[in-house]
């Protein structure tokens, strides 16, 4: 990488480290002014809704620290290894300086969340839920860009050939893209999972509910994660379906497969959102979905027939 994004690389890792560890200098001054208990979590509103002892103040430093040392772990992995993607060496150089910028930006919004919490436990008052809201919004923002950028890099500076063999750079980013998409939703329901229904969970009646908007009605919260399990699924059985076509070197087949995985990370993607937003699924995005998928089918039945009609047989 070259010198500027080094030097923005330990900027942005050093302002996540100064703003967690700030954080902790101010709880721990405030140490001998807090109760023994203290109110350390928060509802949708921004009010405590759990009360413990103030030791449990340190779980914002301990969780945020983990995530900052691994975001910068990974980082550094990436600085030493080789992307082993199908690209020139200028893309490459390009591509490993926009991912560890990426995780660099996370870590910077995961160090802003968690000082926040960090503050409002350490000052015991209300959360702002737009704040951390916003925090949240900025952190997916954050990633869509990253995974877009990274796609177009590669797509740019792809090492030309003939014919786009199973294990190329399209098929890398399609893989890579969808399941991060996946384990970003997944990550953030387990985030919110406390806080659904909103602006019911702290009602007992609504323990273990979410609000389903499609069904107009309250349902058990655990078939949030049936979207998710749904899409994991399929990303699987396309996983092996691709690894079976490459060995027998159909590579059309292989093409189809890594549509399908990119279609189902970005649209569970965006109904798992809408699920833990509580807003419904729309037609419209599921006929898109559809749309969509016949479209890669019949993209993938043409190239089987230009393929036939190129064979030498």
Not at 2 to 10: A, E, N, T, W
Not at 109 to 115: A, G, H, I, K, Y
Not at 138 to 147: H, Q
Not at 153 to 158: D, E, K, S
Request: charged fraction near 15%; hydrophobic fraction near 50%.
């Amino acid at each position: 990488m070259k010198r500027p994004v080094i030097l923005l690389h330990r900027l942005l890792t050093g302002l996540s480290i100064l703003l967690l560890g700030g954080s902790l200098v101010f709880y721990l001054t405030r140490w001998h002014v807090l109760p023994a208990e203290i109110g350390m979590h928060f509802g949708p509103d921004g009010a405590f809704d759990v009360i413990a002892g103030k030791a449990y103040g340190f779980y914002p430093h301990i969780v945020g620290g983990l995530l900052i040392g691994g975001l910068a772990a990974a980082c550094r992995f990436i600085g030493r290894m080789k992307a082993g993607l199908s690209i020139t060496q200028e893309g490459e150089r390009r591509f490993k300086a926009q991912l560890t910028l990426t995780l660099d930006a996370l870590s910077l919004l995961f160090s802003l969340f968690f000082s926040n919490w960090s503050r409002s436990v350490s000052l015991q008052k209300p959360l702002d839920p737009n704040v951390m809201g916003g925090l949240v919004w900025l952190m997916l923002g954050a990633a869509f860009i990253g995974v877009t950028v990274q796609s177009i890099t590669c797509m740019r500076h792809r090492v030309k050939k003939e014919t786009l063999a199973p294990s190329g750079t399209r098929h890398r980013v399609c893989r890579l893209a969808a399941w991060l998409f996946t384990g970003i939703a997944l990550l953030l329901l387990c985030v919110v999972w406390e806080r659904i229904p909103t602006e019911h969970a702290l009602d007992p009646d609504y323990a273990g509910l979410a609000w389903f908007a499609n069904f107009g009605s309250f349902l058990d919260k655990r078939l949030l994660l049936v979207p998710h399990a749904v899409d994991i699924t399929l990303l699987t059985l396309l996983e092996i379906l691709s690894v079976r076509a490459g060995k027998a070197q159909k590579t059309a087949l292989v093409t189809m497969t890594d549509s399908f995985k990119l279609l189902c990370g970005i649209f569970f993607f965006l109904w798992n959102m809408a699920l833990v937003m509580e807003f419904p699924v729309t037609i419209v995005s599921v006929c898109l979905f559809a749309l969509l998928c016949v479209l890669t089918v019949l993209r993938y039945r043409k190239r089987c027939k230009a393929d036939a009609a190129h064979s030498p047989g």
